[in-house]
T-cell receptor
Framework: DGGITQSPKYLFRKEGQNVTLSCEQN?????MYWYRQDPGQGLRLIYY???????QKGDIAEGYSVSREKKESFPLTVTSAQKNPTAFYLC??????????????FGEGSRLTVL | GNSVTQMEGPVTLSEEAFLTINCTYT??????LFWYVQYPGEGLQLLLK???ADDKGSNKGFEATYRKETTSFHLEKGSVQVSDSAVYFC????????????WGLGTSLAVNP
């Protein structure tokens, strides 16, 4: 089945540690996105990529990094510089480019807790 | 500014009640509008959309009409079920080159049997 797979579903991290969240899609989509979801704050865009080897900062990129070496993969690293990393992280993809209809396909999310 | 505003939740209804979740937007022009739904513990999924003024999007008994006069896209359902309990997000397309979505804050709906 086509879709987006995020892993791990739950992750615990000690303060000062970097952690990488995986996002893989087999939908052949050009565009991929990382969102952060906090109670009462809706979805906030961290980074997005419209094509392989290219990505742009979203609204809250500080303390995060990404790479887009393959079309299928868009991992997110939460660095120790992120002051409040405990959150629910959502990866999404879309057709992208001029064909983008605005329909995003989401993974099931990764819940990160910093201890 | 460019934003999406939805009614605050939580909304609590009894089964078979009528549902309205308000959504208004500000934008230049007439962007595509969307409702996404997030069931507990899951990612979001597209519920319905409308791409131009006066369009009506519909799916699973939910409807929303693109009203350019009132810059609104209110979500309605005539008879809710317990399985409709979820968080509902209104969004609009950012018409710039990046083609991102601009999101509302979400409205939580709980339907009691």
């Amino acid at each position: 089945d086509g879709g987006i797979t995020q892993s791990p579903k739950y992750l615990f991290r000690k303060e000062g540690q970097n952690v990488t969240l995986s996002c893989e899609q087999n939908l052949n989509h050009d565009a991929m996105y990382w969102y952060r979801q906090d109670p009462g704050q809706g979805l906030r865009l961290i980074y997005y990529s419209q094509i392989v080897n290219d990505f742009q900062k979203g609204d809250i990129a500080e303390g995060y990094s990404v790479s887009r070496e393959k079309k299928e993969s868009f991992p997110l690293t939460v660095t120790s510089a992120q002051k409040n990393p405990t959150a629910f992280y959502l990866c999404a993809s879309s057709i992208g480019g001029v064909g983008n209809t605005g329909e995003l396909f989401f993974g099931e999310g990764s819940r990160l807790t910093v201890l | 500014g460019n934003s999406v505003t939805q009614m605050e939740g939580p909304v609590t209804l009894s089964e078979e009640a009528f549902l309205t979740i308000n959504c208004t937007y500000t934008a230049t022009g007439y962007p595509s509008l969307f409702w996404y739904v997030q069931y507990p513990g899951e990612g979001l999924q597209l519920l319905l959309k409308a791409t131009k003024a006066d369009d009506k999007g519909s799916n699973k008994g939910f409807e929303a009409t693109y009203r350019k006069e009132t810059t609104s896209f209110h979500l309605e359902k005539g008879s809710v079920q317990v399985s409709d309990s979820a968080v509902y997000f209104c969004a609009r397309m950012d018409a710039g080159n990046n083609r991102k979505l601009i999101w509302g804050l979400g409205t939580s709906l709980a339907v009691n049997p």
